[in-house]
């Protein structure tokens, strides 16, 4: 059987995906990525992303105003007991945008790029990583596959704990679009939260739930509410602590890794700075001609970063959702000090 080289392969076209490959392509690095869908951004996304982390910020990894909306400087939380604010500025986008832009990128700083084409297999056999159906023999795969990873089942990784959420775009609400609202009642979903996001051509409106069940029950009341939607999309989102983000000749970035702030589910900005240490890593291994191929730096490095946050993230869902289960007054007030310290992302 024939197979083609290269030296890193990419599963998967999303943001941390994109981002990842744009960086790779900037240095010459030898790269294929492969996206199972003919165009990007075919899952669901609220589209509100902070715009600082850790330090970067967004346009640290978007050279671009394409697809970039306007900062809404606080979200109005709305429970049984009032209105609590969190001062957190949000960056609107367009998902989709970004993504074709940051994608042009890639090709155009001579970065490779091939939709249409899903990984179904991937073996390890000696120093290389073999990918089917495309036979494409590679010395490090990364799984920027989302949180159904593939590559995760390869390195032998459990699948994190999920949320469950739906959302689609709304042209009027009755909300000042000063600010984003969102919504977190137990009558309107327990363990989770509806939002309304202000968007330069109506809202982007959503709901999930860590619970299944709940989703199924409430998010059809949510629907009924907002007939104006004319579609919905469903998606999961890994509520959980990140899990391990590398194997021998492996590295997961992004929702693979679960690399999201629990609390919010937000993950666009934190899956563009993992993928940037990601490429810090690989651009190094790939002038040592992949001789030392330690990937465990990757997890050092973006922990070192980002782990304390992700975990204190995960820790104040789990407290806050307890509390909202025991009485929704003591949730508001809990909410009221997280919001004050910004202890919920
Ligand atoms: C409903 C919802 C609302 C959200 N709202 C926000 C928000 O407002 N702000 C925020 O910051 N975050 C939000 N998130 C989270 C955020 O969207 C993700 O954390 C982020 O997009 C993760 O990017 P990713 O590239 O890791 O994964 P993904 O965007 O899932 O990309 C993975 C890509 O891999 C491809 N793929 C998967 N398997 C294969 C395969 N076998 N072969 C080839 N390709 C494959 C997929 O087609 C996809 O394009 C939301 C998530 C959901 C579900």
Redesign the pocket.
């Known amino acids: 059987m024939e197979f083609e080289t290269a030296d890193i392969v990419i599963?998967?076209?999303?943001?941390?995906?994109?981002t990842l490959a744009k960086f790779l392509a900037e240095e010459g690095v030898n790269f294929i990525l492969?996206?199972?869908?003919t165009d990007?951004?075919?899952?669901?996304?609220?589209?509100?992303?902070?715009p600082e982390l850790a330090g970067y910020n967004f346009y640290d990894f978007y050279e671009s105003k394409l697809g970039t909306e306007r900062i809404i400087p606080e979200t109005l939380i709305s429970t049984k007991y009032g209105d609590v604010v969190l001062k957190i500025p949000?960056l609107m986008s367009n998902?989709y945008v970004i993504e074709k832009e940051i994608a042009r990128q890639v090709t155009q700083k001579g970065g490779r790029i091939v939709l249409n084409?899903?990984?179904?297999g991937i073996k390890s056999v000696g120093d290389y990583v073999m990918i089917f159906p495309q036979n494409i023999r590679g010395k490090i795969i990364v799984g920027?596959?989302?949180?159904?990873?593939?590559v995760r089942k390869f390195i032998g990784v459990p699948r994190p704990s999920i949320g469950i959420?739906?959302?689609g775009v709304c042209s009027h609400i009755k909300k000042s679009s000063d600010r984003c609202h969102v919504e977190m009642k137990k009558d309107v979903i327990p363990w989770g939260f509806s939002?309304f996001?202000p968007k330069s051509t109506g809202w982007?409106i959503?709901i999930?739930t860590t619970n299944p069940h709940y989703f199924k029950r409430n998010f059809k009341i949510f629907q009924e509410r907002f007939p104006g939607v004319r579609e919905w999309?469903?998606?999961?989102?890994?509520i959980s602590k990140p899990v391990r983000s590398y194997g021998k000749n492996s590295i997961l970035?992004?929702?693979?890794a679960a690399?999201?702030?629990a609390s919010?589910?937000?993950?666009?900005?934190?899956?563009m700075v993992c993928a940037k240490i990601a490429s810090e890593i690989l651009i190094k291994e790939s002038r040592h001609d992949f001789r030392y191929r330690d990937l465990s730096i990757y997890e050092k490095k973006w922990k070192k970063k980002l782990y304390r946050t992700f975990v204190r993230s995960y820790i104040y869902y789990s407290t806050l959702f307890r509390t909202e289960y025991v009485s929704e007054y003591l949730f508001h007030v809990f909410l009221k000090i997280g919001c004050k310290i910004q202890s919920c992302i």
């Open positions: 599963v998967g076209g999303g943001i941390a995906g994109l492969l996206e199972e869908h990007y951004f075919q899952k669901p996304c609220g589209e509100g992303v902070y949000v998902k084409s899903k990984v179904t920027a596959d989302g949180i159904n990873s593939i959420a739906s959302c939002w996001f982007n959503g999930g999309k469903m998606g999961i989102i890994p970035v992004g929702d693979a690399q999201v702030f919010t589910g937000a993950g666009i900005l934190s899956s």
